[in-house]
């Protein structure tokens, strides 16, 4: 009799340890995926940020395109800034 008293509680004690395992386990599961889907918004909000700036970016090349432009920047000078291009015979060249 003292040897059944002594299996049951030992099957007891594993089902115990078992069922704390499973329990613990399915946690973990609950917790990795959790993360994961903050991960993932993380991860679409920062796309969004890369996306926008590349849009920016594109923005901000077709404006230096535009704002460098040989006869734009002739002609701001000429209007604003007053320069004229010097006659030739003002022009001295030096060698390297």
Do not use: C, H
Request: proline share 3%; glycine share 4%.
């Amino acid at each position: 009799m003292g040897v059944k008293f002594a299996d049951s509680r030992l099957e007891i004690v594993l089902f115990a340890v078992l069922l704390l395992a499973l329990a613990l386990s399915a946690l973990g599961v609950i917790y990795t995926k959790n993360m994961s889907r903050s991960i993932f918004i993380e991860i679409e909000k920062q796309e969004k940020v890369i996306d926008q700036a590349e849009v920016e970016w594109g923005q901000l090349q077709l404006e230096l395109t535009t704002l460098a432009e040989q006869n734009r920047v002739e002609s701001i000078a000429r209007e604003r800034l007053k320069l004229i291009v010097p006659p030739r015979d003002k022009i001295i060249y030096i060698k390297p």
